[in-house]
């Protein structure tokens, strides 16, 4: 019996919510008295496997394969199967980025197991796990059970904290990967990336987002609030109408329909705070919202509200940033 996190390696390193999922694993590996199997999938896991093994996993798994060079999604189930079935996992953890949410749910699938997606909690019961969903925009958390031996969570992005690296670190264990090109189903024949040295919108500590209210010049607006978000070591974030408007991209949308998010700090300017929108960033330790409508419905969520203009606001919010940064 153990709980296994799949760590998810993107093409500049580990994808680092999935040490948040690694983190809250150590405390329900407590409640279950379990180990925690960190499994690492690639053509090269060594160095991923390093920084893992540092997050109190007890134990790190690679799969190694030129197979698994890119990620194809049967090909990382395939992978994935062999190494609960090694870990002898009763529990299959991931984050629910695109990739993790797809994984999960074949892995579940092919497992015969229970899944609960994008859970924003938890906790043990009984010797079983309790995975509480966040659903109807953010308005009824569900605590979902499991009836299959094994269950598989995918967990939300900044749903827990990051755990603190520590120099001590499990044993990385090789497994020895039955997988060929004949066990996998789909080509990967060209990956294009739109995001090159952009910050994650999912995993943002801070976003700065903008709305409508840069419609009088959508170019100088958005210029304006990428400015900001790069002062402040921010991700850039939009609302539907922005993105519909074609003032931004859709990878870039939040909310109901967009990315679910929970920075520590959420500055929205020119965004009226609609539910939908609100659906995505509601968690946000901190808002911040900037609209020349003190009705705006966003000021009843923020925590601190400028009534202006964002051609303003966000200039002076810069420059004083930039002062106070050095
Ligand atoms: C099924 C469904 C799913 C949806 N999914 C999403 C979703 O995922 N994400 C999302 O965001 N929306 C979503 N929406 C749309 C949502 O209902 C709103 O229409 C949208 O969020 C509005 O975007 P906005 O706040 O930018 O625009 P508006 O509501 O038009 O607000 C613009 C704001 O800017 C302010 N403003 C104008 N000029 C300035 C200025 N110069 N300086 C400062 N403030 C200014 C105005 O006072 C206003 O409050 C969805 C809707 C539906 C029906």
Same mark, same amino acid.
């Given at each position: 019996m153990s709980i296994l996190v799949w760590i998810e390696q993107a093409s500049n390193g580990p994808v !680092?919510?999935?040490?948040?999922?690694? +983190?809250?694993?150590?405390?329900?590996?407590?409640?279950?008295?379990?180990?925690?199997?960190?499994?690492?999938?690639?053509?090269?896991?060594a160095a991923t496997a390093e920084v893992a093994r540092t997050y109190g996993a007890d134990v790190v798994m690679t799969l190694t394969s030129p197979v698994l060079a890119g990620f194809?999604?049967?090909?990382y189930a395939h992978a994935l199967k062999q190494a609960i079935n090694e870990a002898g996992a009763t529990v299959v953890l991931m984050?629910?980025?695109?990739?993790?949410?797809?994984?999960? !749910?074949?892995?579940?699938?092919?497992?015969?197991?229970?899944?609960?997606?994008?859970?924003?909690?938890?906790?043990?019961?009984? +010797?079983?796990?309790?995975?509480v969903r966040s659903v109807y925009s953010n308005n009824i958390l569900t605590d979902v059970t499991f009836n299959s031996d094994i269950q598989v969570a995918s967990v939300r992005p900044r749903s827990f904290p990051m755990p603190e690296a520590g120099s001590a670190g499990g044993e990385v264990r090789a497994i020895?990967?039955?997988?060929?090109?004949?066990?996998?189903?789909e080509k990967l024949?060209?990956? @294009?990336?739109?995001?090159?040295?952009?910050?994650?919108?999912?995993?943002?500590? @801070?976003?700065?987002? +903008?709305g409508r209210g840069v419609a009088q010049d959508p170019a100088? +607006?958005? !210029?304006?609030?990428?400015?900001?978000?790069?002062?402040?070591?921010?991700?850039?974030?939009?609302?539907?109408? !922005?993105?519909?408007?074609?003032?931004?991209?859709y990878k870039h949308q939040v909310g109901q329909t967009g990315k679910t998010v929970k920075p520590d700090l959420y500055i929205a300017a020119g965004i009226s705070g609609a539910i939908q929108h609100l659906a995505g960033m509601g968690g946000s330790k901190v808002i911040v919202a900037?609209?020349?409508d003190g009705d705006a419905p966003i000021f009843d969520r923020a925590n601190y509200g400028v009534v202006g203009d964002l051609y303003e606001v966000l200039p002076a919010l810069t420059?004083?940033?930039?002062?106070?940064l050095g």
């Open positions: !680092a919510s999935s040490f948040e999922v690694v +983190g809250k694993a150590r405390e329900l590996a407590g409640a279950l008295s379990t180990q925690v199997v960190a499994a690492v999938a690639g053509d090269d896991t194809r999604l049967s090909a984050a629910a980025t695109v990739r993790g949410r797809e994984l999960a !749910a074949t892995l579940a699938c092919d497992l015969g197991a229970g899944y609960a997606p994008d859970v924003v909690d938890l906790r043990v019961e009984s +010797g079983k796990l309790v995975a020895d990967l039955a997988i060929s090109e004949d066990d996998v189903k024949v060209e990956v @294009k990336s739109t995001d090159a040295g952009e910050i994650s919108l999912t995993d943002a500590a @801070k976003i700065v987002s +903008g100088k +607006g958005f !210029a304006l609030v990428s400015e900001l978000a790069a002062t402040i070591g921010a991700a850039v974030g939009a609302s539907r109408a !922005a993105v519909d408007a074609g003032y931004i991209p900037i609209n020349k420059e004083e940033f930039k002062k106070r």
